[in-house]
């Protein structure tokens, strides 16, 4: 019997963005990544290993629109959310190195971001 597990993220990009193995960068938007896992026992340790994502778009009318099956990684997704996340940080100072972003939503942003990912 093959156990399988399913789990889905979601990050609103305000840049846009690339992913591995795909030529286009995609536009700044709400996206959600559907990862599947299959249970596998290697060197005598139980662990789930990537299978197959799903990615999709949502735009403001609605209803996600599936963009790849397969080729996408998740460490991947989760990297270009990290960068965009640095990006918004970024472009939110003022010259003189002042924050135009409260002290509390930094923090909520920052722990946002490293909330579930990992980062080799």
Same mark, same amino acid.
């Given at each position: 019997m093959n156990t399988t597990r399913t789990t889905h993220k979601t990050y609103a990009f305000t840049h846009p963005f690339s992913l591995d193995g795909y030529a286009?960068? !995609?536009l700044p938007g709400l996206y959600s990544i559907e990862i599947e896992e299959a /249970? %596998? %026992?290697r060197r005598g340790r139980l662990d789930f290993r990537w299978v197959k994502s799903r990615l999709? !778009?949502?735009p403001k009318s609605g209803a996600p629109i599936e963009i790849g099956v397969c080729? =996408? &990684?998740?460490d991947d997704f989760d990297r270009a959310a990290l960068q965009d996340g640095a990006r918004y940080l970024k472009d939110h100072r003022t010259v003189r190195g002042r924050s135009k972003i409260s002290p !509390? &939503?930094? /923090?909520? =942003? @920052?722990? %946002? @971001?490293n909330e579930g990912m990992s980062v080799k």
């Open positions: 286009q960068r !995609f /249970l %596998s %026992s999709y !778009f949502t080729g =996408i &990684d998740p !509390f &939503d930094r /923090l909520a =942003i @920052e722990r %946002s @971001e």
